[in-house]
Nanobody, 125 residues
């Protein structure tokens, strides 16, 4: 059974930084992606960033490129999302997701099948 353990999140002021982490367990595929998505109240869920767990491939949404960065702990199957220069529009519930063979949400050609519980990020002005 695939499980995604999220950590990080919280409340910061505009221009501040936060770091999210996601650790996957139970994934049987050798090569897969971990992604971060977010959903603000009244809005659709959107992709933020994704990284190939065993390599250097990364994707970023245009709204966060240059401010957010993915890093990896290869041994721990963990991806981190460093979020800098945060803006009020970054406020949302952030979800960790892992790619898989079944139906799910597609982003950048990758189907994300497994989902974490979500963590709140609030940026106040």
């Amino acid at each position: 059974q695939v499980q995604l353990l999220e950590s990080g999140g919280g409340s910061v002021e505009v221009g501040g930084s936060l770091k999210l982490s996601c650790t996957a367990s139970g994934v049987t595929e050798k090569n897969y992606y971990i992604g971060w998505f977010r959903q603000a109240p009244g809005k659709e869920r959107e992709g933020v960033a994704a990284g190939f767990v065993n390599g250097d491939v990364t994707y970023y949404a245009a709204a966060v490129r240059g401010r957010f960065a993915i890093s990896r702990d290869y041994d721990k199957a963990t991806l981190h999302l460093q979020m800098n220069s945060l803006k009020p529009e970054d406020t949302a519930t952030y979800y960790c997701a892992a790619s898989g063979p079944r139906l799910g949400m597609m982003w950048n050609g990758i189907t994300f099948t497994y989902w974490g519980q979500g963590t709140q990020v609030t940026v106040s002005s």
